[in-house]
């Protein structure tokens, strides 16, 4: 009977060490550098990381179009505040693929504010549960984040993207007045508490505190 027993414990652990790994797998990576080359580019300048990126992204003109040149700042600055919060090759993909996921949400797909900021919460609650997927050289089963990882994260988002909801709206816009931009909206998030409860079945330690209840209009009128 006991011997039954331990087999039962057995593959009931067998069971939950299959599921982590199948659940590490959906943490979100950046598909346009491999980790190689971003374990290379954390290791360079400033200017070196901007070459780089205009190449991976495919930029032609940053220097003259508007459009290109919001772009290449967007992800130089994700690729900078990696390199600076010491962040490994493989959770600087996933910082990058936020970035881009977000971004996409709102010039592809015309997201709304609360639903990008709730499919953040989602990637980031995965990142912050379970580990990266096992290699040879990574046998570790830590999460890809830990909690102080996650707080810098969330007030990077916050104030990379987040604060500035109506400016990147108006990258997918055709018409470039809309970028210049006759009024200016902006979306503040503040609060001396980073991290609260944002739905109900994440976790209190993944999102940004009155995310919702913090949100400020700027206009500026500018003649074109």
Same mark, same amino acid.
């Given at each position: ?23 590490a797998v959906s943490c ?94 989602? *990637? !980031?609650?995965?990142?912050? #549960?379970?580990?990266? %997927? =096992?290699?040879? /050289?990574? &046998?570790? +089963? ?17 104030? *990379? !993207?987040?604060?500035?909801? #109506?400016?990147?709206? %108006? =990258?997918?816009? /055709?018409? &470039?007045? +809309? ?18 409860? !944002? ?11 009155? /995310? ?13």
């Open positions: 009977m006991s011997g039954e027993r331990r087999r039962a414990a057995k593959e009931k652990l067998n069971d939950v060490d299959t599921r982590t790994k199948e659940e979100l990576q950046w598909d346009v550098m491999s980790l190689e080359q971003l374990e290379g580019a954390l290791g360079k300048s400033e200017e070196e990381m901007q070459v780089l990126l205009s190449e991976q992204l495919g930029l032609t003109s940053p220097h003259l179009c508007m459009r290109e040149a919001a772009l290449l700042h967007y992800y130089l600055q994700g690729l900078i505040w990696s390199r600076d919060a010491h962040l490994s090759p493989l959770q600087t993909s996933f910082t990058m693929a936020v970035l881009h996921t977000l971004l996409h949400n709102i010039t592809d797909k015309n997201t709304d504010f609360v639903n990008n900021v709730l499919e953040f919460a989602k *990637s !980031l609650a995965i990142a912050c #549960q379970c580990p990266p %997927a =096992l290699t040879p /050289t990574n &046998d570790s +089963l830590k999460p890809l984040l830990n909690t102080e990882d996650a707080e810098k994260l969330i007030r990077f988002i916050s104030e *990379s !993207l987040f604060q500035k909801y #109506q400016l990147f709206r %108006a =990258l997918g816009s /055709t018409q &470039d007045e +809309l970028l210049l931009g006759s009024q200016e909206s902006v979306d503040v998030l503040w609060s001396q508490d980073a991290m609260t409860v !944002l739905e109900e079945g994440i976790s209190t330690h993944l999102v940004p505190h009155n /995310t919702f209840n913090q949100q400020h209009d700027v206009s500026d009128d500018t003649d074109l």
